[in-house]
Antibody, heavy 114, light 106 residues
Framework: EVQLVESGGGLVQPGGSLRLSCTAS????????MNWVRQAPGKGLEWVGK????????YYVDSVKGRFTISRDNARNSLYLQMNNLRAEDTAVYYC???????WGQGTLVTVSS | DIQMTQSPSSLSASVGDRVTITCRAS??????LGWYQQKPGKAPKRLIY???SLQSGVPSRFSGSGSGTEFTLTISSLQPEDFATYYC????????FGQGTRLEIK
């Protein structure tokens, strides 16, 4: 059974940092592009960024460029999202996703507030 | 960047009704489009991929059509469990979601 399990969310002050993790199981993680998608409370879905299979290619939505970094560790079947200089508008549930297969984690909530 | 315009933003319907949701892409995306259903507090669930392919395990009352810039999701006969929010997602060039359609009980 395919599973994607996010962790690392929580409450952080504006300007702070947080690192999210996503642990994959049930499939060959190293074969897949991985994405982060977020959803602000009561709002729609927004793609955050993606990383290719070996981590050599990364792409981000403009609103997080220079602040967020996606990485992966294929030996640990893990995907990461390092979030720096967080803003109130980054408050959201963050999901890790494989698009072509349609696999989603359950999400982890990040709240940026003083 | 590719923009996705989804309509309507909300829809009231009754059990047994046939409903259609539309997404328009700002440029051609071939058939690189999926449809998702989301219920409160849950992750989105994919219903349709490649514009018209039914995800395994999804009831056949759900169908998708279209190619290029115009796409539709049709639910042929609404069931109580179908009341939810629906999103389209283009994956031709990065990812872009539609704004969502909230399907409510009339």
């Amino acid at each position: 059974e395919v599973q994607l399990v996010e962790s690392g969310g929580g409450l952080v002050q504006p300007g702070g940092s947080l690192r999210l993790s996503c642990t994959a199981s049930g499939f060959t993680f190293s074969n897949y592009w991985m994405n982060w998608v977020r959803q602000a409370p009561g709002k729609g879905l927004e793609w955050v960024g993606k990383i290719n299979q070996d981590g050599s290619k990364k792409y981000y939505v403009d609103s997080v460029k220079g602040r967020f970094t996606i990485s992966r560790d294929n030996a640990r079947n893990s995907l990461y999202l390092q979030m720096n200089n967080l803003r109130a508008e980054d408050t959201a549930v963050y999901y890790c996703v494989t698009v072509l297969e349609g696999w989603w984690g359950q999400g982890t909530l990040v709240t940026v507030s003083s | 960047d590719i923009q996705m315009t989804q309509s309507p933003s909300s829809l009231s319907a009754s059990v047994g009704d046939r409903v259609t949701i539309t997404c328009r892409a700002s440029q051609g995306i071939r058939n690189d489009l999926g449809w998702y259903q989301q219920k409160p507090g849950k992750a989105p669930k994919r219903l349709i991929y490649a514009a018209s392919s039914l995800q395994s395990g999804v009831p056949s009352r759900f169908s998708g059509s279209g190619s290029g810039t115009e796409f539709t999701l049709t639910i042929s006969s609404l069931q109580p469990e179908d009341f939810a929010t629906y999103y389209c997602l283009q994956y031709n060039n990065y990812l872009t979601f539609g704004q969502g359609t909230r399907l409510e009980i009339k």
